[in-house]
C-alpha cells in the first residue's frame, strides 16, 4: 500500500487544486445583483472525460518506451545474431533507405485523396495536402538535428535555437527584396551567416563555465523577434510575403508542393549524412567528451572553447537553412517564427527522441509534430471511416473531439514521464545502450 | 643539457591560503619524480599548475626550455604533457576504446573535406589511430575491455584506463596523481610495474602517491611538500632520513 501512497496523494492533490475550477461554476443573479457558486459537477464529468484519451495515448507511448527497452540495443552487442545483422545493414545504408523511403512519397502524393487503403485504416494518407505536413516534419527534423548538435552532443543548453531559424527566414526575405536572390542561393549565403551569427553570439559565453549560452540564445531570440516586429523594412508583426518568384516553383511536372517537399527531404538528408560523418569522427568524440567531461576533455588535449563555439556555429547554420526551406515553402516571414513556444518545441523534440542521437531527434521532431497534427484530424478520420466508426465506442469518439485543446498537457505529462523512466529518450546513445545492456 | 620540465619557484594561493610556495622541481626523461605529502599539503595544486588548469601567480614553468605558464591545458597537453586524475574523469558514457580515440585529438587531422567525405586517407588514418589506441589498451591490460561501457570497469580497471587515455596523448611527461590509490596490494604491484613500463618508454613521470611502498620502490627523485612548501628534495633514501620529513609525514614509516 505504501507503495501507493504518492500516487493516491497525488490524485487527492489534483481534485483539491482542479475544485474550485471544475467542481464549481459561478452563478451570477442579476435580480439582486450577486455572484453565487454553485455545484455544477458536469464541468468535471466533461473534463475527466476528455483527460481519458491522454491515458489511452499515454498507454500508447508507454508500450512504445517498452517495446523499445527489449529492441534497442547497440547492436554491436546484441546477443541475436539477426539483430546485430539488421543493425550493420542500417548502419551501411540508411541513407539509400531513407532517400527510397522519402521519395517514393512523392509520385504518391500525386493522387488527391491518396490511398483507398491507408484511409479505410485511418492512417494519415498521402495526397497533396498531406503532402505540405510532410514537408513541415521535415522542417522540424532539420532543426531538431541541428540542434542536437550542441544540446545533444556537446551539452549545452540553447533555449532560444528558434531565433536562428528565422534569422535564415529573414535573411532570405530581405535578400530577394533588396538584392533578388533565390532560395537555392539564399540557403547557402544562410549557412554562412547563421554560422557567423551563432559564432559571434557564442564568442563570449562558451569561454565561460556553465549555461551562459541558453541565457544569450533566449534574448537573441526574444531581441530578434522585437527587431523584427519594430523595423520598417521587415514590416513589423505582420511579417514579409515573398515574391511569387522567389519561392518553390513546379518543374518537370512537378508541383509547387512537391518541389518544396523534395528541396526539404533533400537538405534533412544531406544534414544529418554530414552530420553523422562528423559525429563519427574525432571532431564528434570531441564534443562528446566535453558533454562527459570538460576538464578531462581539455587535459587531453582537445580546444574545449573551439570545438563549442564550431558545434554552436553549425547548430546556427543548419537551423538558418532551415529558416530559408520555410520561407521559400510558406512564402510568408513573421516574427512568430521565433517565439519561446518554438524553442522549446524543437528543445522537446530532442529531448523525447533522445539527446545526442540524431535519429532520435527525427523521431522526436516527427511525434511531436505529427501526434498533434493527427490528432486534429483523428474525429473525422473516425466519422469517415466505417470501420473505426464501428469498433471506436462513443465515449472514446466524444472524447478525441477535445484531445488536440489538450495536447500542451499530454506534452507536459510525457516529459515528466520521460525524465522519469527515460531519461535518455526514446532512442538515447548507443552508448547509453550499452549502460542498459549491463544492468 | 635543458631538463625537459623544469619549474622555477612556482607559487598559487586561494584567498590567504598558500596552496603551493616557491616550488623547484627539474625532470629529466626516463626518470620518476614523486612528490609526496600529508594531506593538503598542495600536491594536487601543484600538479593542476604544470597542466595548465591553474595559472602560477609567480614563477615559470619550462618545457624543453619553452615557457608553458598560464597557458590553456590543451595547449599544454600539446607540448607534451598529459595527466590522469585523483577522482577518476573518465567520459562514462563512451566505450573504453572510444576514451582511449578521443585523446588522439591533437594528432588527427581536422580538415572538414576528407573527413566528411571519406576519403581514403582519412580512412588509413582512421584505422591506424584504432590500431595504436587497442595497443595503448593492450599496453595496460585493457585489451579484452576494449568494447565494454568504461564506467562499467572495475575501479582499478579504471585508473588503468586512464593512464591510456593520457598515453594516448604521446606526451613526454606524464602526470599520475595517486594512480595506487584504493588498490589491493597484488594491484598495487601491478601498478607499479606499469609505471616501471611506462618510464622505459622514455617518459618522464611525476607521481603524487600516498602508497610509500610504491614511492620507494619507483622514485628516483622524491619532492615533500608540507603546507604548499617544498621541505625536502633528493633520492629516496636521502628523503627517508630527513629529520623535517620525518617530523611532518613519515614518522611512524621511519620508525619501523
Not at chain 2, 584567498?15 to 614523486?34: I, M, P
Amino acid at each position: 500500500m505504501a507503495r501507493y501512497r504518492p500516487y493516491i496523494l497525488g490524485l487527492l492533490g489534483v481534485f483539491a487544486i482542479t475544485f474550485p475550477f471544475l467542481w464549481l461554476q459561478l452563478a451570477p443573479n442579476f435580480s439582486n445583483n450577486t455572484v453565487g457558486v454553485i455545484w455544477a459537477p458536469q464541468h468535471a464529468g466533461e473534463f475527466f472525460g476528455n483527460l481519458s484519451t491522454v491515458f489511452v495515448v499515454g498507454f500508447l507511448i508507454w508500450v512504445g518506451i517498452r517495446l523499445n527497452r527489449r529492441f534497442a540495443w547497440d547492436h554491436t552487442l546484441a546477443r541475436n545474431p539477426a539483430i546485430q545483422k539488421i543493425g550493420t545493414f542500417w548502419d551501411n545504408y540508411w541513407g539509400w533507405i531513407a532517400v527510397a523511403v522519402l521519395f517514393l512519397i512523392v509520385p504518391a502524393s500525386l493522387r488527391p485523396n491518396g490511398s483507398e487503403t491507408l484511409r479505410s485504416l485511418g492512417l494519415p494518407w498521402i495526397n497533396t495536402s498531406t503532402l505540405g505536413l510532410l514537408t513541415f516534419v521535415g522542417l522540424y527534423m532539420l532543426l531538431a538535428v541541428g540542434l542536437n548538435i550542441t544540446v545533444g552532443m556537446t551539452g549545452l543548453l540553447v533555449l532560444g535555437y528558434a531565433g536562428f531559424y528565422a534569422f535564415g527566414a529573414y535573411i532570405f526575405a530581405l535578400g530577394q527584396e533588396h538584392f533578388f536572390f533565390p532560395w537555392w542561393l539564399a540557403g547557402p549565403v544562410a549557412f554562412v551567416l547563421g554560422g557567423g551569427a551563432g559564432y559571434l553570439l557564442g564568442l563570449p559565453c562558451l569561454r565561460l563555465r556553465g549555461d551562459y549560452l541558453a541565457i544569450v540564445t533566449l534574448g537573441f531570440a526574444e531581441a530578434f523577434r522585437e527587431l523584427m516586429r519594430n523595423l520598417d523594412i521587415t514590416g513589423g508583426d505582420k511579417g514579409i510575403v515573398l515574391h511569387d518568384k522567389f519561392i518553390f516553383q513546379g518543374f518537370w511536372g512537378l508541383t509547387n508542393q512537391q518541389v518544396g517537399y523534395a528541396v526539404a527531404a533533400l537538405t534533412l538528408i544531406v544534414t544529418v549524412f554530414l552530420i553523422q560523418r562528423l559525429y563519427h569522427s574525432p571532431i564528434g568524440r570531441a564534443w562528446i567528451a566535453i558533454r562527459e567531461n570538460e576538464v578531462a576533455a581539455e587535459a587531453m588535449g582537445i580546444p574545449v572553447v573551439q570545438m563549442k563555439l564550431l558545434a554552436f556555429s553549425l547548430s546556427a547554420a543548419v537551423a538558418a537553412i532551415a529558416g530559408v526551406v520555410y520561407g521559400a515553402k510558406d512564402g510568408f516571414v513573421s516574427p512568430a517564427m521565433c517565439e519561446f513556444q518554438q524553442s522549446i518545441m524543437i528543445l522537446a523534440m530532442v529531448i523525447l527522441g533522445g539527446l545526442g542521437n540524431s535519429y532520435g531527434a527525427l523521431l522526436g521532431a516527427a511525434l511531436l509534430y505529427m501526434v498533434p497534427e493527427y490528432l486534429k484530424a483523428l474525429p473525422s478520420t473516425i466519422q469517415n471511416s466505417p470501420t473505426l466508426s464501428s469498433i471506436t465506442p462513443q465515449f472514446v469518439r466524444d472524447s478525441f473531439e477535445h484531445l488536440s485543446d489538450y495536447r500542451w498537457l499530454l506534452f507536459g505529462a510525457v516529459m515528466v514521464l520521460m525524465m522519469l523512466y527515460r531519461p535518455q529518450g526514446l532512442l538515447g546513445t548507443s552508448r547509453r545502450k550499452t549502460e542498459m545492456l549491463n544492468r | 643539457m635543458t631538463p625537459l620540465l623544469e619549474t622555477r619557484g612556482i607559487s598559487k594561493t586561494f584567498g590567504g591560503l598558500k596552496a603551493v610556495q616557491k616550488v623547484d622541481l627539474r625532470v629529466e626523461a626516463n626518470r620518476v619524480v614523486s612528490v609526496i605529502g600529508p594531506n593538503g599539503a598542495g600536491k594536487t595544486t601543484f600538479f593542476n599548475c604544470l597542466s595548465g588548469i591553474y595559472r602560477p601567480e609567480t614563477g615559470s614553468i619550462l618545457l624543453d626550455g619553452h615557457d608553458i605558464t598560464g597557458r590553456p591545458p590543451h595547449q599544454v597537453c600539446r607540448r607534451g604533457v598529459a595527466r590522469t586524475f585523483q577522482n577518476i574523469r573518465l567520459f562514462p558514457e563512451m566505450s573504453v576504446l572510444e576514451n582511449v580515440l578521443v585523446a588522439q585529438f591533437k594528432h588527427r587531422s581536422k580538415s572538414p573535406l576528407p573527413l566528411l567525405a571519406h576519403s581514403k586517407k582519412y580512412r588509413i588514418q582512421e584505422d591506424a589511430h584504432c590500431e595504436e589506441a587497442r595497443a595503448f589498451l593492450d599496453f595496460v591490460g585493457l585489451a579484452q575491455h576494449a568494447d565494454a561501457p568504461s564506467n562499467s570497469l572495475a575501479y582499478g580497471l579504471q585508473r588503468r584506463l586512464e593512464i591510456a587515455r593520457a598515453l594516448a596523448t604521446r606526451p613526454r611527461l606524464l602526470l599520475l596523481d595517486e594512480p595506487a590509490a584504493g588498490m589491493n596490494p597484488q594491484e598495487t604491484v601491478e601498478m607499479i610495474q606499469l609505471i616501471t613500463r611506462i618510464r622505459d618508454r622514455g617518459l618522464a613521470i611525476i607521481l603524487i602517491e600516498h602508497h610509500m611502498k610504491v614511492v620507494m620502490a619507483i622514485s628516483d627523485e622524491i619532492l615533500v611538500l608540507d603546507h604548499g612548501i617544498p621541505i625536502a628534495h633528493g633520492t629516496p633514501e636521502k628523503v627517508r632520513k630527513d629529520p623535517l620529513v620525518i617530523k611532518a609525514y613519515l614518522g611512524e614509516e621511519a620508525s619501523e
